[in-house]
């Protein structure tokens, strides 16, 4: 067998077989495919072209259609990000804008992109709060079931036709069940009724009763039988701004206290309880609200709040203080604080609440990457639908806001959400997480 010899690259101690060397130039294979990459990367960075797809393009319909458009992957090609996000270009809109922009969602459903049209149409809706009535019987003749509050401006027609699908279509009953509950108009909520007084014969094949559908759609029917709203309304945004100075955009939101390290500790993990948000209860983000203190405060152990979820009564002060009903959702010694490090404390100050409110559903579909944080607005679930129940009264809490925690740290994940027992004084905090 022939001899190895030393890789003729400096600093390098591989040894190479002579007729690699002979093929490599007397270099060893990683150092080979090391100096190619180099060249690689220096090439691209040498001949790599900014492209500006919206160069002259004023249309707002045009540019969000780009926007939906996956480019070709081209390492040579850098695309400029357009001056404003896509939630900004959708909140733009005008009225004919917005019709256009169904139509070209419309338009790329029956050109079989269901997954981009449901997206827009969903974004119209959230957004702009834009009736889909007209569309919703042609996406259910593409078999778009999904995301189910595209339904929930469906006609009395076409909700007596999901009523009676309901029962024969065991594939999409689930989804049918999720349409019904963003509905949830007098018609719904007495089907559910009936349902909850005599299950029907495919209850079994579900892993709740029908009539817990109606959390999805963020409200609960009542031991009377009744609909219960489950959020509070209108939606205010809360918002970051990030760059230091950035006078005009402080400009458009109110003051609001977040984020504040209490001198009170957790009893389960010894750190320090945060308080979420602070804002008068006079203030008109909470006008949907009656609570019997001067402030709303959402305070919450920001740690164990992730295990479960952490109850706070409110003292004669108005003080929100450790509520006794809480139980611990690990056992002692099981939970990890390493995650904690305070770090969020050095941008505290610059949170505001927007000034004008927007729609109720804006923040609510997750995965569509909508600004989350709010007060006020149905929730935007990371998982299922999960109101908890005041620990003193035993009623479902209702949601009054969230808090996306991605906003907050730069590697921050996953959302707290904040609900409150008005007759108890009593709120909660939880978290989920994808
Ligand atoms: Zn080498
Ligand atoms: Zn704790
Ligand atoms: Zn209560």
């Known amino acids: 067998m022939a001899e190895r010899i030393p890789c003729a690259r400096e600093g390098c101690g591989n040894t190479v077989l002579p007729a690699t060397a002979a093929k490599t130039g007397g270099i060893c294979m990683p150092c080979k495919q090391e100096i190619e990459r180099e060249e690689r990367r220096r090439y691209i960075e040498a001949n790599r072209r900014d492209v500006n797809l919206y160069e002259g393009i004023s249309d707002p319909v045009e540019i969000l259609s780009i926007m939906h458009t996956d480019q070709p992957r081209d390492p040579l090609i850098y695309y400029l990000p357009y001056e404003r996000s896509k939630e900004q270009v959708y909140l733009s809109l005008s009225e004919q804008e917005q019709l256009r922009m169904a139509d070209l969602a419309m338009e790329m459903i029956q050109d079989g992109d269901g997954d981009t049209g449901t997206e ?90 029908p009539e817990h559908y109606a959390m999805e759609g963020g409200w609960e029917l009542t031991a009377e039988g009744t609909r219960r709203d ?20 402080f400009e458009h939101g109110g003051p609001v206290r977040m984020l504040a390290v209490n001198s009170a500790c957790c009893p389960w993990c010894n750190g320090p309880l945060t308080t979420l948000i602070d804002l008068d209860a006079g203030h008109p983000a909470l006008a949907g609200l009656s609570w019997k203190a001067d402030r709303f405060a959402a305070r919450t152990c920001v740690v164990c709040s992730c295990y479960g979820t952490v109850y706070m009564e409110i003292d ?72 908890p129940n005041c620990p003193c009264c035993s009623a479902r809490m209702k949601a009054v806001g969230q808090l996306d925690w991605g906003m907050v740290e730069e590697y921050g994940e996953g959302m707290y959400y904040i609900f409150a027992c008005e007759p108890c004084g009593m709120t909660a905090v939880s978290y989920q997480q994808s």
């Open 230 to 249: 489950l959020f509070i309304q209108p939606s205010y945004a809360l918002f970051r701004v990030r760059e230091q100075g950035n006078a005009a955009a």
């Open 120 to 209: 827009i149409l969903t974004l119209l809706s959230g957004y702009h709060d834009l009736p889909l009535t007209a569309y919703l019987p042609e996406l259910l003749e593409y078999e778009v079931y999904y995301p189910a509050i595209l339904f929930r401006s469906a006609s009395p027609s076409l909700r007596d036709q999901l009523l009676r699908e309901v029962e024969t279509d065991d594939e999409h009953r689930n989804h049918l069940l999720l349409m019904l509950a963003y509905i949830g108009d007098e018609r719904v909520v007495r089907q559910f009724r009936e349902w909850r007084q005599s299950p029907p014969a495919w209850r079994d094949r579900l892993h709740v009763p």
């Open 316 to 387: 004669e002060q108005g003080e929100p203080v450790w509520s006794e009903h809480n139980v611990m959702p690990y056992r002692a010694g099981e939970m990890d604080t390493d995650d904690y490090d305070g770090s969020f404390t050095a941008v505290t100050d610059q949170f505001r609440i927007a000034r004008e409110p927007r729609h109720p559903f804006h923040g609510s579909e997750w995965a569509m990457e909508p600004s989350l944080s709010q007060i006020g607005g149905h929730p935007g679930w990371v998982q299922d639908a999960e109101y």
